[in-house]
């Protein structure tokens, strides 16, 4: 008598188990599939093509009615199973019980839906099958705004579907770049700009905390307060095993219900394939090692004998146009090797994770031709010592190439500005190489381009070297360290001109050979990040040299010294009775008084500065910044308070000044001085920028120095008022800001790009109030006490655990 | 080996370190990746800078005071003479672990 076979759910695990069963012995069984939905098996995945309108429901159905009724298949399509009965060995569906012999679950996963307030409003839908997909479809003729909560493989695909329907789409993703689970950050990145060209929006570290609207979905409100409106939200932040069934049932059940090798629950007559079961602590999303266990499960119903082995899974995110592959494993890992490519023209990233001999894992963005092969070489354990060279290159590939360092120029396009002084963009200086000019001078006369600060001479040339390839010898400037090929300069503008806001977006499009850099780059792309992008880029303490990382100088023992603010070199008995009180209770060994006015604590042990800070904020003592690449002091004479040749207020201006600037980063320190009459007694003559108070006024000149050289400085310009002088020194600050290399002192900077041109732009009103505008913008979020805030994570200073007793054991 | 548990991953920030201490000096803990962890003694062989308080790039880390690069998994200083000890330590279920026994007969070494 033929056994009578029950299967619950008509998905894609089971479609493959009932194929394998028929083909092999049509005889064996008489099967009954019960599905909740109103269908049988349709390719699942095909429901993005679906949703974007590739694909209609009908080109993606796997079996149709008559492919059922001719193996005698008993469909019970949208009845859903509500219980199992081990004992007694039936299952009851709506419609009564029936009986089995064998039992198959097979009910796949649910959508797993955050437990937010609103989650349940109508509007709100989730993506998992055809139903959703046809809400989603009728949602997106309306056109509106629809926010996707979830920047995985479905939430991406559901955005980028609603997109090509016409909607607006924001996707809200916790994570810090999207799909984190499937891409490294660099391959995210390039992900996020894909979708953003076409038109997503891209939230990530976002993270929802309601869904409001009256009586519908109207918005989605984020923990950080900001509110997007929504006519449509579809969360798509992760799946769970359907498991009830099995748990009811009494069946072993962990994450996923527990099966054996042989798809063998902890019943021996009833089996689980595909998403809800879990394997050897493994579950499973993708189907590629669901239709292994169907095959595994086909052969143990019929009494061969056959075992699933979980294998490693590729994954490609089926959005057109965005070509990614990911596989194995791809975290950095001790032992383990990298092999980055990147050719930001094409918009190609590629890393691959070498282990010993073997490929462990692979990563591609942008041209993932080669990714079956790389997952084959993974899958198999392939020694691949032989071609490790050119390995990155491909199987088609054998010979070793490097990627062109032209390539970011290359790319830019015709409008893209290389000379910001003049306004002169790409286009215009390859049509005047096109008109004949070969060389940089050329093209200054022809153009301007590079004519006035020269900073994007580098820039110029390596167009014309583009342009007129092997007709141009290049002139070797000296890049930034030996991670990228470009100068510093280079960066910078391409920073500027590429609005680059990120480090990521610099490592790929500027074509970055390392991860993440290195001591070098690191801070200096760190500072170019957070001068011209204040508002959008994030500080990375961990790009930054120990003193900004700990806000105290690190000594040659490893201590540190403690400087706190005094505005233009003024104090008070309260403040010196504080920092007397703060070096008995730490036992600082040394206090000092610095060149610059200020009282130095030296030889503070690293895990006291927390608590020295805080007592020294107590008092209303601010850090001195006498670590960092920013304004370090302002030193004055003592002016017309006291003294008898003063004609200006030079302390009151220094306290101003400093109040002013305090707080900002810069390419190097900062010091000023400001003296009350040309005696100079604050020696103002040899700071970036120094001020000597006058009769009629304010002597402002900048590009001073008395460290490794000494060099006085030079007249910017002469000013009637106090408030003018403030205005010109802030102007210049910025400008500096905004141009000078990484660790270039304002007066290596000045002789650079010359005094002229430096003077020109301070003179020039508009830009004068430009540049103290993006003054005030940046100190909006950079003016604020570093001591404040690190007093309060005070335990990151100390070490992490003390073992002494157990070493000493 | 004898691994103990010495904290959270977490409580070392991403391409940071921190040091832990010992009857026989400090050692250095490094995170470079999401889940990976290296430990070396804290003094750099150069003039004792401390290695914890260095910057963390690929799987190096560069002395604050001189910028002697060391690599992470064998402790060979790039292009100097020198090298620095380097422990068994690993990640598991987001702590950290640290093989004591290592740690105690590194005297010895
Ligand atoms: C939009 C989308 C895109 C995807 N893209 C990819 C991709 O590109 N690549 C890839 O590998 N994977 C992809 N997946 C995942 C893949 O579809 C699943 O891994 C696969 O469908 C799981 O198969 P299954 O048979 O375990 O479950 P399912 O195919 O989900 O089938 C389970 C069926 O059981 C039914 N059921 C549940 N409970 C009961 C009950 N009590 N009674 C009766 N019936 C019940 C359900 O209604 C469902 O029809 C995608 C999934 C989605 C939703
Ligand atoms: S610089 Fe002039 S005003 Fe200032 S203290 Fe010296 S002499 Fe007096
Ligand atoms: S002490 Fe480490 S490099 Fe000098």
């Known amino acids: 008598m033929k056994q009578r076979l029950v299967i619950i759910g008509a998905g894609m695990a089971s479609g493959r188990v009932i194929e394998h069963l028929v083909e092999t012995d049509p005889d064996a069984f008489d099967i009954t599939l019960f599905n909740a939905e109103a269908r049988g098996n349709y390719n699942r995945i095909m429901l993005s093509p679906v949703l974007s309108g590739e694909k209609t429901y009908e080109e993606i159905v796997t079996h149709d009615s008559d492919w059922y009724a001719a193996q005698g298949v008993t469909c019970r399509f949208g009845e859903s199973v509500s219980g199992i009965d081990p004992t007694m060995k039936v299952v009851s569906g709506q419609s009564g019980h029936l009986p089995y012999d064998k039992l198959i679950i097979a009910t796949g996963s649910a959508p797993f839906i955050i437990p937010v307030p609103g989650k349940d409003l109508p509007g709100v839908v989730t993506y998992r099958d055809l139903d959703d997909t046809n809400a989603m479809i009728s949602a997106a003729g309306k056109g509106g705004k629809a926010v996707v909560i979830g920047g995985g493989l479905l939430g991406l695909e559901a955005a980028a579907g609603l997109a090509e329907r016409g909607m607006e789409v924001t996707v809200v993703h916790l994570m810090g770049h999207l799909m984190e689970r499937q891409l490294d950050e660099a391959a995210g990145y390039l992900l996020r700009k894909d979708l953003e060209g076409r038109g997503i929006s891209i939230r990530t570290q976002a993270s929802t905390k309601a869904i409001i609207g009256a009586g519908r979905a109207e918005a989605v409100l984020l923990e950080d307060g900001e509110t997007l409106p929504a006519d449509l939200v579809v969360m798509a932040v992760g799946i769970r095993p359907e498991t009830r069934l099995a748990t009811d049932a009494g069946l072993t059940v962990a994450r996923g219900i527990e099966v054996n090798a042989q798809m063998q629950t902890s019943d021996p007559d009833i089996f689980a394939v595909g998403e809800c079961v879990e394997f050897d602590g493994q579950l499973f999303g993708l189907v590629a090692p669901l239709y292994d266990q169907a095959k595994v499960l086909a052969r143990s119903l019929l009494e061969g004998v056959d075992a699933f082995i979980a294998k490693d899974t590729a994954t490609k995110l089926k959005v057109t146009g965005c070509d990614l592959f990911s596989a194995g494993d791809f975290a950095e890992g001790e032992g383990r090797e990298d092999i980055v490519l990147r050719d930001p023209a094409r918009g190609i990233y590629k890393r691959l994770v070498i282990e010993g001999d073997r490929l462990i894992g692979a990563v591609m963005y942008g041209d993932t031709a080669d990714g079956n092969w790389f997952f084959q070489l993974i899958k198999d354990g392939t020694d691949i010592d032989e071609m490790r060279e050119t390995l990155i290159f491909g199987p088609a590939f054998q010979g070793g190439d490097t990627a062109d360092p032209l390539s970011a120029v290359a790319a830019l396009p015709r409008e893209a500005e290389i000379c910001g002084c003049n306004g002169i963009c790409k286009g215009t200086i390859t049509d005047a190489i096109a008109g004949g000019a070969t060389d940089l001078a050329a093209i200054k006369a022809a153009t301007k381009a590079s004519a006035s600060c020269g900073t994007c001479t580098g820039l110029v040339e390596q167009v014309l070297q583009v342009t007129l390839g092997d007709d141009f010898v290049m002139p070797t400037a000296q890049p930034i360290c030996p991670c990228c090929d470009l100068t510093h300069e280079d960066i910078r503008l391409l920073i500027k001109s590429q609005e680059l806001k990120s480090k990521e977006a610099v490592w790929q499009e500027l074509g970055w050979k390392t991860r993440n850099g290195c001591h070098i780059c690191r801070p200096a792309v760190n500072f170019y990040l957070l001068a011209d992008w204040p508002l959008e880029y994030q500080d990375d303490p961990q790009s930054r040299f120990v003193n900004e990382r700990k806000h105290a100088n690190i000594q040659k023992d490893g201590t540190f010294s403690v400087v706190p603010r005094m505005w233009g070199g003024i104090t008070n008995p309260a403040e010196l009775r504080a920092i007397a009180d703060a070096a008995d209770k730490y036992d600082v060994p040394t206090v000092k008084v610095t060149g610059g006015q200020r009282i130095d604590l030296l030889g503070v042990k690293g895990e006291d500065l927390p608590y020295i800070w805080a007592d020294l904020n107590k008092a209303g003592l601010v850090s001195g910044h006498a670590y960092s690449k920013g304004l370090r002091t302002v030193k004055t004479c003592v002016g017309t308070d006291h003294c008898r040749f003063g004609t200006q207020d030079s302390t009151g201006l220094g306290i101003k000044l400093e109040q002013a600037l305090w707080g900002s980063w810069t390419p190097h320190k900062v010091k000023l001085g400001v003296s009350g009459c040309p005696r100079n007694c604050a020696e103002a003559t040899c700071k970036d920028v120094g001020i000597i108070c006058v009769d009629s006024g304010y002597q402002v000149s900048v590009a001073g120095a008395a460290g490794m050289d000494v060099k006085e400085t030079e007249r910017l310009c002469d000013v009637g008022t106090e408030q003018e002088a403030i205005d010109v020194t802030i102007a210049f600050v910025q400008l500096y800001r905004e141009h000078a290399k990484y660790l270039d002192r304002a007066y290596k900077w000045v002789a650079k790009v010359g005094l002229d041109w430096v003077q020109a732009r301070i003179a020039d009103p508009e830009e004068r109030a430009r540049l103290i505008a993006a003054f005030e913008l940046s100190q909006s979020i950079y003016r604020k006490d570093p001591w404040a805030e690190h007093a309060k994570t005070a335990e990151r200073y100390q070490p992490l655990a003390n073992l002494t007793l157990e070493a000493a054991e | ?109």
């Open chain 2, 1 to 109: 080996m004898n691994w103990i548990d010495i904290g959270g991953i977490d409580e070392i920030p991403l391409r940071g370190a921190r040091k832990i201490k010992t009857a026989l000096g400090c050692v250095a803990l490094f995170r470079t990746g999401e889940a990976e962890v290296f430990a070396t003694t804290d003094s750099c062989p150069h003039k004792g800078g401390p290695l914890s308080e260095g910057i963390v790039h690929g799987q190096s880390v560069t002395c604050p005071l001189h910028n002697w690069v060391f690599d992470l998994n064998t402790g060979q200083a790039q292009g100097e003479e020198g090298a620095i000890s380097t422990y068994p330590a690993r990640v598991e279920a987001g702590r950290i672990l640290i093989d004591a026994t290592k740690l105690a007969s590194r005297s010895a070494a």
